[in-house]
């Protein structure tokens, strides 16, 4: 195991669509402070994950552009975190067919990803998709990361990876750090906004139960002003509210504002003048990252340059651990 001297932290992140206000709310924008608060991050995109279901190749590689230069917009910083791409890094799916031999088919059967998936796409049940969680322990055992930041739906790959990671260090010696998940402290889940029981997702069907990080501000009053709420009219936080509750939450991550602040803001105001308002905090906060976003998509080579140059120092690190694998199962290297 590897002795660093700041805490490691991986986050990956997937690129089948543009990415939501969900994903900036609830982890981007976080993400990206831990770069000031000590922690040595490894970020990338999970392109080879995307491909456990079909996607349209232009697609794919459009996303997976456009969601490296709106990281890059954020105020990632290349001279703290390394920011890569999955697939330019052939490290990861070489690990993650060594883990695969020491992965149980009962323990990938328990997965709710995989039972959620196959049953949304019954037409393509891959054996990617089982396996996708060695993958994801490959990532994560690679940079020998001490914390994997996730939302409480992710926590079950951290635990399989730790699974993995024990067995094999039990097996073979240390070889792995053994990850820990990362609760983040102001971590907001949002919801959809046409429903508000199901979380805000990229590949929704229906977009306008999403904010794209990258819509406009046109878009963004409209599909705000049409978010379902309850027959009431009082901005207040309760049971049963759960649309004017995801809109308070988005408001609150948004301002900074206290829930008991916001309901003496719109007090006696009514759901009318409050969904404008989540709309244009919304604005405000995505306007200057939008504006930084268009500059940095519109130089090609300078996005090419910036991602192709991130795949050795990511490789670098990646065949470190690699190397101690494969010569502890006994391969030549
Ligand atoms: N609605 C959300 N609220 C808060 N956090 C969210 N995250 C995703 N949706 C919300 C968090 O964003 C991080 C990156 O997620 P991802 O890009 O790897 O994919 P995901 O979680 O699968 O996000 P989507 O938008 O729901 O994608 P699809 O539609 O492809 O499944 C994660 O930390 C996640 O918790």
Redesign the pocket.
């Known amino acids: 195991m590897e002795n660093q001297e700041k805490k490691r932290i991986l986050?990956?992140?997937?690129?089948?669509?543009t990415?939501?206000l969900?994903?900036y709310?609830?982890?981007?924008r976080n993400h990206i402070k831990l770069q000031e608060e000590g922690y040595d991050c490894v970020y990338a995109l999970?392109d080879l994950h995307a491909l456990t279901?079909r996607q349209v190749p232009a697609g794919l590689r459009k996303y997976t552009k456009e969601a490296y230069a709106w990281l890059l917009a954020m105020g990632l910083d290349l001279e703290k975190t390394v920011f890569f791409i999955q697939s330019q890094v052939p490290q990861h799916s070489q690990l993650a067919w060594i883990l695969n031999c020491y992965t149980q088919f009962g323990e990938l059967s328990r997965m709710t990803q995989f039972k959620d998936k196959s049953a949304k796409h019954a037409d393509n049940i891959n054996a990617g998709l089982f396996t996708y969680p060695c993958l994801m322990a490959a990532d994560i055992l690679l940079y020998q990361a001490d914390y994997v930041?996730?939302?409480a739906?992710?926590k079950q790959h951290v635990e399989i990876a730790r699974d993995i990671a024990e067995r094999f260090n039990g097996i073979y010696g240390g070889t792995f750090t053994v990850p820990e998940p990362m609760i983040p402290k102001h971590?907001?889940?949002?919801?959809s906004l046409q429903n508000p029981l199901s979380?805000?997702?990229?590949?929704?069907e229906n977009q306008n139960g999403?904010i794209s990080v990258l819509d406009d501000p046109d878009t963004i009053m409209r599909k705000f002003k049409r978010a379902k709420t309850d027959s009431g009219s009082e901005v207040r936080f309760g049971e049963g509210k759960e649309g004017v509750n995801n809109l308070m939450g988005i408001y609150a991550a948004v301002t900074g504002k206290s829930y008991e602040e916001i309901e003496r803001e719109f007090a006696g105001k009514g759901y009318g003048e409050f969904k404008p308002a989540v709309a244009e905090a919304v604005i405000a906060e995505l306007r200057p990252i939008q504006e930084r976003y268009r500059q940095i998509v519109a130089d090609k080579a300078f996005l090419e340059e910036t991602y192709r140059a991130q795949a050795p120092r990511a490789q670098a690190i990646a065949q470190r651990t690699l190397s101690r694998v494969m010569k502890k199962v006994g391969l030549v290297i």
Do not use: E, I
Request: aromatic share 6%; proline share 3%; with cysteine.
């Open positions: 986050s990956m992140y997937q690129c089948t669509g990415f939501t969900g994903n709310l609830g982890a981007l999970a279901v930041p996730v939302g739906d992710q971590g907001a889940r949002v919801m979380k805000m997702s990229k590949s929704d999403n």
